[in-house]
């Protein structure tokens, strides 16, 4: 292989979700003084030359990105190992470490997990914090976050088959009323809306999503504002299409790094569940197969290990 084209190879290896060791073994490894330094002029988005002292030295930035990819395959290996209940609570208190901007993931925990599994991680995480989901949710949430968390992390739903229609009629409607007196009453301060999301069955829900859209003709997401209010209703009503647009984002090229690190933490977390309906989902919305899609993003070990999870489920 010509130099220049090891050079792109080299540059590729860097460049995505993961890196690819294998590319590094057998071209950098190689690579003599002169080869090393060649490189490090002809990539100046990675190094910086000091002319006063002529050297080139790596870009921080670069480095403390590398550090993430390094170290993706790593973390999605430790993640797949771990009980399922551990991994949620160590999931949960990661978000409430990074602020607002995670507390996406609590609701996906609290929402697209059964009764028992979110009863369990709320066990592991006694155990492994000492407190509660609940009251670190409580203490750690200000403002107008905290009631619909509070009341999500603590449900235990019903999970049998029996839905009253007529009551899920009645509670679509409440939910069209309290959307179009939000200028009046914030929908995160209204009471019987935190009671329909946070209590509900599953299925009720979904009756509930059906008959929204039959009194306003549109679905119930697409009319609310609230961003938390709009990840719980998907993630209660439609979780393929939910974990389907995080994944999209996770695997775009540019993206921060917390929003790269859900393309980890989705397919660990739905390998054995449903990711046969997630990928059928992905696409469906998308018009290229998942497994195509991490292809072509992803790098090395950590590309190898998610496409295998992927597989599992058929």
Known sequence: MAFNQELEALTQAFSGHGVDEKSLITVLGK?????????????SHFFIEDHERQFQRWNDHCVR??????VRFKNAVVLWSMHPWERDARLAKEALKKGSTSYGVLIEIACTRSSEELLGARKAYHSLFDHSIEEDVASHIH???RKLLVALV???RYEGTKV???TAKSEAKTLSNAIKNAQKKPIVEDDEVIRILATRSKLHLQAVYKHYKEISGKNLEEDLNDLRFKETVQCLCTPQVYFSKVLDAALKIDVD????KSLTRVIVTR???DMKEIKAEYNNLYGVSLPQKIEETAKGNYKDFLLTLIA???
């Open 65 to 70: 990105l590398l550090k993430h990819e390094f």
């Open 271 to 273: 390998a054995d569940i």
């Open 257 to 260: 790094k917390n929003i790269k």
């Open 164 to 166: 009253k229609d007529e």
């Open 154 to 156: 603590s449900a235990y």
């Open 143 to 145: 403002g107008n976050d």
């Open 31 to 43: 690579w003599d003084p002169l080869e090393r330094e060649s490189y490090r002029k002809k990539t």
């Open 312 to 314: 599992r489920g058929g």
